[in-house]
């Protein structure tokens, strides 16, 4: 069974960082891509960041130049180092991963419903 654990949220005002942990409970061993989603109460799960196992990475744009994921497959761990946070970025914030799937498939339109494991979530509220 595939388990994902998010951690590194808390409160921080505008301006201020935070990374983010996604620790998964297994190793893919084929192509996989693993992604950050927020989401606010009333609205959609919106893709933030992904990287698969390619490489390849894709942000939205909302985040660019201010947000960046890595992984460290040694550790089955995603992470997502967020700068310069607004207060818009307020969110739970949650990884997902899933088999055969392109990075770019993380900010798609409903790109969420594309991935089928999903960590508890963890909360970020930046204050102005």
């Known amino acids: 069974q595939v388990q994902l654990v998010e951690s590194g949220g808390g409160s921080v005002q505008a301006g201020g960082s935070l990374r983010l942990s996604c620790t998964i409970s297994?190793?893919?061993?084929?192509?996989?891509?693993i992604g950050w989603f927020r989401q606010t109460p009333g609205k959609e799960r919106e893709g933030v960041a992904g990287i698969d196992s390619n490489g390849a990475t894709s942000y939205a744009d909302f985040v660019k130049g201010r947000f960046t994921v890595s992984g460290d497959s040694a550790k089955n761990t995603l992470y997502l180092q967020m700068n310069n946070l607004k207060p818009e970025d307020t969110a739970m914030y949650y990884c997902a991963v899933e088999g055969y799937r392109h990075a770019k498939m993380v900010v798609a339109v409903n790109g969420a419903n594309a991935f089928g494991y999903w960590g508890q979530g963890t909360q970020v509220t930046v204050s102005s």
């Open positions: 297994v190793s893919f061993v084929n192509d996989y891509c």
